[in-house]
């Protein structure tokens, strides 16, 4: 059973598919043509009892006619000479309650049988077969009473032309089957087909597609509303996951190399300008700190793709646990002041009295600054101004760093947090720029359950906020261990 099974399911669907149509439909076939023989039976049996019924009524309205109940040679002598001739060719004898005859008709000699009591039959009679030589005959007994004497009549008919029906109709039936299986695999193999021709059509597009045709070819969209229908829609979107995804990487490429090539060129420039000939060791100073920073701003691009990649792969884990967001600010004020400070930019923090504890990843919620602070002294000029901002309400922590710098485009700011989007004047302006700190930090708030909010005014400056819910055991804490001076309420700082 199991190799037989096993054999099936090797060969093609449509096969498959052609031999179950195949068996529903010739199980069908027989199955009607099965019923159709026992209704025609039962039709046959009940037309003919229908004719006993008939016949006993017969008899019944001859005695009461006749006034035969009371006078037995009378009833016998009228009986043979009415019975004797109609119902020739048929079946009859008749008793009275005593069980003498009354008639008989010769056929009955043929397999004499007495017949019981009329006390002893149902109300509406009973049907016996027997057999009077060669024939089959089916008959009817019934009791009646006419003038309070009880009669018995056994009534019936050869089933010889009902057999000879029956077998004339099984046989056709049996003509018939071969045709039937022949239009049951015919229309198996037509099903079948008709269900199979959508998968096909499937099949013909999934092939036409590779990654050079993704964003021209779908799959076909079927109207049917099954479940070819759902799978075509589910490819189909699936195909766009697919095509986003080849895109990204396309996109990523092609910026990786561009960002990458820019810091080796301009590495392998000073090199060979530095070796062409001898030079003053400031000369060659001077080359090596271009060669170091170039050196550098490659490594946080690749550290910043290296970031993006685990992050695609799903590695990077961001653990979401109370830590204090004021402590985090003030560590990134301590960072960034003496940046600000060389840059001649105004830097000022302000921060809530107290330890604000908030669910957050540190790690991750002090890169989320760094990144924004280093937009920040990177496009505001000399003389700016930068704030950061921590303000708390009852549910949540609200982050804000403004600055006065040189804005954002309103038709770049729905692309600031893209991969490698940098705005407009961002490129003229500032050209060492990667284009992937605001995607990180878009990640690193999205896995923190927030957004960056962005407002932004050219030639005004920019302000990024965002918000994180409140530790719930905690809230805004008193924390006595940690000096004033290391954490003031308004710390600023202006050069």
Avoid at 49 to 60: G, I, K, N, Q, S
Avoid at 87 to 115: C, F, N, S, T
Avoid at 359 to 373: C, E, G, S
Wanted: hydrophobic residues 45%; contains cysteine; charged residues 25%.
């Amino acid at each position: 059973m199991a190799t037989v099974r096993g054999t099936c399911m090797q060969l093609p669907i449509r096969i498959r598919l052609s031999i179950s149509y195949f068996v529903i439909f010739s199980v069908a076939g027989v199955l009607l043509c099965c019923a159709a023989y026992f209704m025609a039976q039962h039709s046959l049996y009940i037309a003919l009892d229908h004719d006993l019924d008939e016949h006993v009524d017969d008899v019944h309205d001859f005695f009461v006619a006749h006034k035969l109940a009371n006078d037995l040679e009378r009833a016998r002598q009228e009986s043979a000479d009415e019975f004797g001739l109609k119902d020739d060719g048929k079946w009859l004898q008749i008793a009275d309650e005593q069980g003498r005859w009354i008639y008989r008709a010769g056929r009955m000699l043929v397999d004499p049988h007495d017949m019981p009591a009329a006390s002893q039959i149902p109300a509406r009679g009973s049907f016996i077969e027997f057999r009077a030589g060669i024939k089959k005959v089916r008959a009817l007994r019934r009791a009646f009473n006419v003038d309070g004497h009880a009669f018995v009549v056994e009534t019936g008919s050869a089933l010889t032309r009902t057999d000879q029906t029956l077998v004339l109709f099984r046989d056709s039936l049996l003509l018939i089957l071969p045709a039937v299986f022949v239009m049951a695999g015919f229309a198996g193999h037509m099903m079948s087909r008709s269900a199979l021709t959508p998968v096909a059509a499937i099949a013909r597009e999934a092939q036409r597609i590779h990654n050079g045709n993704l964003e021209k070819l779908h799959l076909p969209e079927l109207k049917t509303r099954d479940e070819l229908a759902h799978l075509s829609a589910t490819l189909n979107e699936m195909l766009e996951r697919i095509e986003s995804g080849v895109r990204s990487v396309r996109d990523f490429t092609a910026y990786a190399s561009h960002e990458l090539r820019t810091p080796v060129a301009m590495i392998r420039t000073e090199a060979d300008l530095a070796l062409q000939q001898p030079r003053s060791n400031n000369e060659y100073r001077e080359a090596i700190e271009v060669i170091g920073s170039e050196a550098q701003r490659m490594s946080a691009l690749l550290d910043s793709l290296l970031f993006l990649a685990r992050a695609d792969a799903g590695t990077e884990q961001v653990q979401l646990e109370p830590v204090d967001a004021r402590r985090i600010c003030w560590q990134a004020f301590e960072k960034f002041r003496r940046v600000f400070q060389r840059a001649l930019i105004t830097f000022t923090v302000h921060l809530p009295q107290g330890s604000v504890m908030v669910m957050a990843d540190a790690p991750y919620l002090q890169r989320l600054l760094n990144i924004v602070l280093e937009n920040a002294a990177r496009y505001t000029t000399e003389g700016g101004r930068v704030d950061l901002v921590l303000e708390i309400d009852n549910v949540s922590a609200r982050f804000e760093v403004s600055d006065t710098g040189i804005g954002i485009p309103m038709m770049d700011q729905p692309h600031i947090f893209d991969r490698f989007r940098r705005g407009a004047n961002a490129r003229d302006s500032h050209g060492n720029g990667s284009g992937l700190g605001l995607a990180l930090a878009a990640w690193i708030a999205a896995h923190h359950r927030t957004n960056i909010e962005v407002e932004s005014e050219i030639g005004v400056g920019s302000s990024f906020m965002w918000q994180l819910p409140l530790a719930r055991s905690s809230g805004i804490l008193a924390e006595t261990a940690t000096s004033q001076a290391e954490l003031s309420p308004l710390a600023s700082i202006r050069s």
